[in-house]
């Protein structure tokens, strides 16, 4: 191989849903250049069983979150002011990226955008996530730490207090997104989570309407519902929970009859489909045209770990509305998905794929 076959092969381990204009301009080498040379790679057998993501193969784009979580067990009772004997678990987390793996085990072209540090939390991150989406837009920014989040529990699993370092996504601008515009306007869904700021949710809203894209928000907490767009108009999903709900309408939820008033509230904003989630209880939906439903929660008997369960639940749902399922339908496969992943250990069940969800499905249909 020349040192021209060699970079991009290099390249592409490292960036293997990298578009040929991509590699193209990291490298330095014009397009048609590196269509030739991907072509003999491919004839020789030294590229195989990988297709590119070409502009003409629409990608779902998730926008925010990407950081590790590390929980650790005390052994004793806690004292402060002093070591204490522990034991710790490191896994990848963020709402986006969560999602973004899920959707990519599901079959989907996949893109994250997120800012992360140039440090060794990103080197994880990108170890577990680079076989389910495309990473290289993701922005590192080498004076700032990649997001963490750390729990310190008791021996029973209960939080005695948790520690989270996410400065950095307030360095998530418009103007990081405007470089990836070209991917955004081509997008077949975009995502995004409540992890950024106010106005760059807003762009992408911009973008969603300009560009005829579907969009779904997805709240992360309940102090940062203050990032709503200020319009609902033009949101096609937004997946919710009760706390959330609440703290945007400032009302409360205590029954049935107001569970379901705030996910139609939404749909009288704007926004086409809304679910609110309930935990133990289900989850409401609405949508235009739509009366607001309520639908039990799959019941769980040993549940492992509820970490990852809400972006499991999301993609889920998108996953099978994509797929063309009326709306009950893929909620329903979003709780299938979450009820699931309780029973796993990891944020995100590796033994996840389109198969098996639809095995599920109709398991659960039974």
Not at 92 to 111: D, K, M, P, Q, Y
Not at 237 to 266: C, G, H, P, R, V
Not at 319 to 324: I, V
């Amino acid at each position: 191989m020349d040192s021209k076959e060699v970079k991009i092969l290099n390249f592409l381990r490292k960036n293997p849903y990298a578009s040929q204009l991509e590699i193209a301009n990291e490298l330095q080498m014009s397009r048609p250049a590196v269509a030739n040379i991907i072509s003999g790679l491919i004839k020789s057998g030294k590229i195989t069983g990988r297709a590119y993501i070409l502009p003409e193969n629409k990608e779902i784009i998730c926008i925010g979150g990407a950081n590790v979580d590390r929980k650790y067990i005390v052994k004793n009772k806690l004292q402060m002011g002093t070591s204490n004997p522990t034991t710790s678990l490191q896994s990848i987390g963020g709402v986006a990226r969560n999602i973004a793996e899920n959707l990519g085990r599901l079959g989907h072209s996949v893109r994250l955008l997120s800012v992360v540090g140039n440090d060794m939390e990103y080197e994880s991150i990108e170890k577990v996530s680079s076989p389910w989406m495309n990473l290289f837009s993701v922005e590192k920014l080498s004076n700032y730490s990649t997001g963490t989040y750390s729990a310190i529990l008791d021996t029973h699993g209960e939080m005695l207090f948790a520690l989270a370092n996410m400065d950095i996504y307030d360095q998530f601008s418009v103007e990081y997104l405007k470089k990836h515009e070209a991917h955004l306007a081509n997008a077949q869904l975009l995502i995004i989570d409540m992890n950024c700021p106010k106005d760059v949710i807003e762009y992408i809203q911009t973008v969603s309407i300009g560009h005829k894209i579907p969009l779904a928000i997805i709240p992360v907490s309940s102090p940062k519902m203050n990032r709503m767009p200020e319009s609902l108009d033009g949101i096609d999903w937004l997946i919710t929970n009760k706390d959330e709900a609440e703290t945007y309408f400032k009302m409360n939820i205590e029954d049935d009859a107001s569970w379901k008033k705030a996910a139609q509230l939404f749909v009288e904003e704007g926004i086409k489909q809304v679910v609110v989630t309930g935990g133990s209880k289900g989850v409401v939906f609405a949508g235009q045209n739509l009366d607001a439903t309520i639908i039990p929660a799959i019941h769980v008997a040993d549940i492992v770990d509820v970490t990852g369960a809400g972006d499991a639940f999301v993609s889920g749902t998108l996953h099978a509305w994509l797929e063309a399922s009326e709306i009950n339908q893929a909620v329903i496969t979003g709780m299938i998905n979450a009820s699931k992943t309780l029973q796993s250990a990891e944020t995100v069940r590796t033994e996840l794929t389109k198969i098996g969800l639809d095995n599920e499905l109709e398991e659960y249909k039974r």
